[in-house]
C-alpha cells in the first residue's frame, strides 16, 4: 500500500508540473539561438494573463458567455472578433473546443498571427472559445460547489451529452447561424460521439466540421504518460486517495509560481518525457506563455475514461464502462453502449500530425475508412504543435474549408 501511495504521488509531481501541457522535446541550446520578437516581461505577462483581459491586451474585441447545462455546469465561453473592431452579430460563426487538460486559451497563446483564433477572427469570422466542465474557466454549478465530491462525477461522455448541446443553443440562438466547429483532441472526441448520437442541438446547427488531432481509438497511442495511466488504472489509484479533480488552478498558480516561471526549461523537459521527441516544429520562445496557461483542471474520471480507450485495445468508442452492476444500473446493460460511428452522416475534416503520439495515424486511418464522408490529411506535426506550432500554415487549409474552397471535398484522400 506504501509502494502504490509513493506512486501516486510520484504521477501527481509529474501532472502538477504540466506533463501534458507540451509535446516536443527541447535541446539545451536552442532557446538561446531563437531571436526573439518580444521582451522577456512580454511574455511573462502574457503568461499570467486569463483569456479576457489577454485578448483586450492584443487589442481584439472579447465577451465572456456563461451557459448553464440541463445538469447544472455553469461553462464559461469566449467570444472575439477582429483586431480593433467592435463585436457583430452578422458575420459566420466558428466555435473552437479544446483538448483534455486544456481551456480556451490554447487557441490565443501562440505568437498572435499564428494563434488560430486570432487568425479566424482577422479573417472575419465570429470565433467562440468553448470550456468544457471542470477546466479553470468551467468550475460552477446551479447547485454544487467545485470542492463537492459530486461536481466531479463526470467524464468526457458527459461533455458530449450536456456541454456541446447547450453551447450549440446558445450560439445558434445568439448569433442565428450555422455553427463551423473545430476540434482539437478531446475536443473531436466529444464531437465524434455527439454525431454519432444524432444529438438534435449539434446536427441541427453545425456547417462544418474540422477535426484537428483526431481521437476516436487509442489503439496504437505512444503516449507514455497515458500508456502508464492505463496500466497502473491511476485514475482508480487517484479516487483512492480522494483525488477527485486534475490540473486545478490552484496547483497550476504554484507550478508556474515555484518552478516554471523561472525555469521553463525544467516544465518544459518534464513535461516532454512523456510525450515525443520530435521538436522540428516547435515555437521554443514561447514556452513561458504556454506554461503559464497549460494545463487547464478536469476531473479524475475524465482521465479514466481515456484509460478505458486505451486499454480497450480495439477501434471502438464507447461510454464510460463503471462496471458491470452500475452499468446495467445506468445503461441498462452489462457492458457500456457504443457509439457507432458508421451513423453519422456530417463530412468530417480529419487533420492529421504524423508525429502524433496521441492521434496516431494507423489509428486515425481506420477512422477515416469508418466514417461514411471524410477528408483525410495528414502535416508533419505532432499533437499540439496544431495550436502552439512555429509553422501554422497548414491553417491555409482550414481556411479554404471555411469558405468553401477545399479542392476534391467529396473524396477520402491519403
Excluded at 516581461?41 to 483581459?53: H, R, S
Excluded at 472575419?124 to 470542492?147: A, E, I, P
Excluded at 466531479?152 to 450549440?168: I, K
Aim: one cysteine or more; aromatic letters at 10%; a positive charge.
Amino acid at each position: 500500500m506504501r509502494l502504490k501511495k509513493l506512486m501516486v504521488i510520484t504521477v501527481l509531481l509529474f501532472v502538477s508540473l504540466g506533463i501534458n501541457a507540451l509535446e516536443e522535446r527541447t535541446t539545451f541550446g536552442q532557446e538561446s539561438r531563437l531571436v526573439k520578437a518580444v521582451s522577456r516581461k512580454e511574455l511573462e505577462l502574457e503568461a499570467k494573463l486569463p483569456f479576457v483581459e489577454y485578448v483586450r491586451h492584443k487589442g481584439y474585441p472579447v465577451e465572456a458567455h456563461e451557459i448553464t447545462t440541463k445538469d447544472g455546469y455553469k461553462l464559461t465561453f469566449h467570444r472575439i472578433q477582429a483586431k480593433n473592431q467592435r463585436v457583430m452579430v452578422s458575420k459566420p460563426v466558428v466555435y473552437l473546443q479544446h483538448g483534455m487538460f486544456h481551456s480556451s486559451d490554447v487557441w490565443i497563446t501562440n505568437d498572435e498571427e499564428k494563434a488560430p483564433a486570432f487568425i479566424l477572427a482577422n479573417k472575419g469570422y465570429d470565433v467562440w472559445c468553448g470550456n468544457v466542465r471542470g477546466n479553470g474557466y468551467s468550475l460552477g454549478h446551479t447547485r454544487l460547489k467545485n470542492t463537492d465530491a459530486q461536481f466531479w462525477e463526470f467524464t468526457w461522455q458527459h461533455m458530449t451529452e450536456y456541454d456541446l448541446p447547450a453551447a450549440f443553443a446558445y450560439i445558434s440562438n445568439l448569433t442565428k447561424k450555422k455553427i463551423n466547429y473545430i476540434g482539437h483532441s478531446l475536443g473531436t472526441t466529444i464531437m465524434f460521439a455527439a454525431l454519432s448520437l444524432n444529438i438534435k442541438e449539434v446536427v441541427d446547427n453545425i456547417d462544418k466540421y474540422i477535426a484537428v488531432g483526431p481521437v476516436a481509438f487509442m489503439r496504437h497511442v505512444h503516449n507514455p504518460f497515458l500508456k502508464m495511466a492505463a496500466k497502473t488504472d491511476m485514475g482508480n489509484a487517484l479516487l483512492a486517495l480522494g483525488v477527485r479533480d486534475l490540473y486545478t488552478p490552484g496547483f497550476q498558480t504554484l507550478r508556474h509560481k515555484l518552478v516554471c516561471s523561472a525555469m521553463p526549461r525544467v516544465c518544459s523537459n518534464l513535461a516532454n518525457m512523456f510525450t515525443e521527441g520530435d521538436d522540428s516544429n516547435r515555437n521554443f520562445g514561447r514556452e513561458i506563455v504556454y506554461l503559464g496557461h497549460a494545463p487547464s483542471g478536469s476531473s479524475t474520471r475524465t482521465l479514466m475514461h481515456l484509460q478505458q480507450m486505451v486499454n480497450a485495445n480495439a477501434y471502438i468508442l464507447q461510454k464510460f464502462d463503471y462496471g458491470r452492476a452500475k452499468n446495467i444500473e445506468i445503461y441498462g446493460q452489462a457492458t457500456p453502449p457504443m457509439y457507432k460511428l458508421t451513423r453519422i452522416k456530417q463530412r468530417i475534416y480529419l487533420f492529421v500530425g504524423k508525429k502524433d503520439p496521441l492521434a496516431d495515424t494507423q489509428d486515425a486511418k481506420v477512422l477515416a475508412e469508418l466514417l461514411p464522408n471524410v477528408v483525410y490529411r495528414e502535416y508533419n506535426f505532432g499533437h499540439i504543435s496544431f495550436m502552439w506550432g512555429k509553422d501554422m500554415s497548414y491553417f491555409n487549409d482550414v481556411l479554404k474549408i471555411l469558405s468553401s474552397q477545399e479542392e476534391e471535398a467529396t473524396k477520402k484522400s491519403d
